[in-house]
């Protein structure tokens, strides 16, 4: 079984501050992949960024990067010069890679994160 | 850019009603999936189909859901006697393999009512 724990329901951050969002995460599974998801007031679920297990660098994508720190199973969410238009919720999610492991997507209970002027 | 598109992008229907809920996945892909999100809550995993049958189903996926894939291209899901806790965002989302939902193809959602 795969568990997400996201333990910050809220984060404020003043705009063109950078801002940590804490993911850990638990899994039997020795091949993996970590995901980070937005979704906005509207609804919709945009992907931001993936880690695999077995990356040897932290991802990276344009103002997001991942903290990923196996030893710890913690897969952070780092945005830099926050956006007004970044605030919405923020889910950290994972799936198996391995046969024989379930695939579908683990969400953790996400992060409210507002972006103050 | 290929994408999951799902219809309606919300209903509302009254309980004891039948729905179904339409998704159309990328077409090259292979796993499809549902998930819902009751307001304000988490996304969770209901179901995924492989190959023509379920591969994997949440406690969630009771006997009122059900999924079918009836021709090259549509993937639905139907509730066949809604209740009021059913109300929620449901999402479709497919990947060519297993786990690999690099680049999140996740539909856009529909947003059932049940009044």
């Known amino acids: 079984a795969q568990k997400i724990t996201q333990t910050q329901p809220g984060m404020f951050v003043q705009e063109k501050e950078a801002v940590t969002l804490d993911c850990t995460y638990d899994?039997?599974?020795?091949?993996?992949?970590l995901f980070w998801y937005k979704q906005p007031s509207s609804g919709e679920m945009i992907f931001l960024i993936y880690q695999g297990s077995y990356d040897q660098q932290n991802a990276t994508e344009g103002r997001y990067s991942l903290n990923f720190q196996k030893a710890r199973k913690s897969a952070n969410l780092v945005i830099s010069a926050s956006q007004l238009g970044d605030s919405a919720m923020y889910f950290c999610?994972?799936?198996?890679?391995?046969?024989?492991?379930?695939?579908?997507?683990?969400f953790g209970s996400g992060t409210q994160l507002t972006v103050l002027p | 850019e290929p994408e999951v598109t799902q219809t309606p992008s919300h209903q509302v229907t009254q309980m004891g009603q039948e729905v179904i809920l339409r998704c159309v996945p990328i077409?090259?892909?292979?796993?499809f999936y549902w998930y819902r999100q009751i307001l304000g809550q988490k996304v969770e995993f209901l179901v995924s189909?492989?190959?023509?049958?379920?591969?994997?189903k949440s406690e969630i996926f009771d006997d009122q859901f059900s999924v079918e894939r009836p021709d090259g291209s549509n993937f639905t899901l139907k509730i066949r006697s809604t209740k009021l806790e059913d109300s929620a965002m449901y999402f479709c989302a497919s990947s060519e393999a297993p786990g690999q939902h690099r680049e999140g193809y996740f539909g856009p959602g529909t947003r059932l009512t049940v009044t």
């Open positions: 999610a994972m799936s198996a890679i391995s046969s024989g492991s379930a695939r579908q997507l683990t």
């Open positions: 077409s090259n892909h292979l796993y």
């Open positions: 189909f492989y190959n023509n049958e379920i591969s994997e």
């Open positions: 899994t039997s599974d020795p091949s993996y992949g």
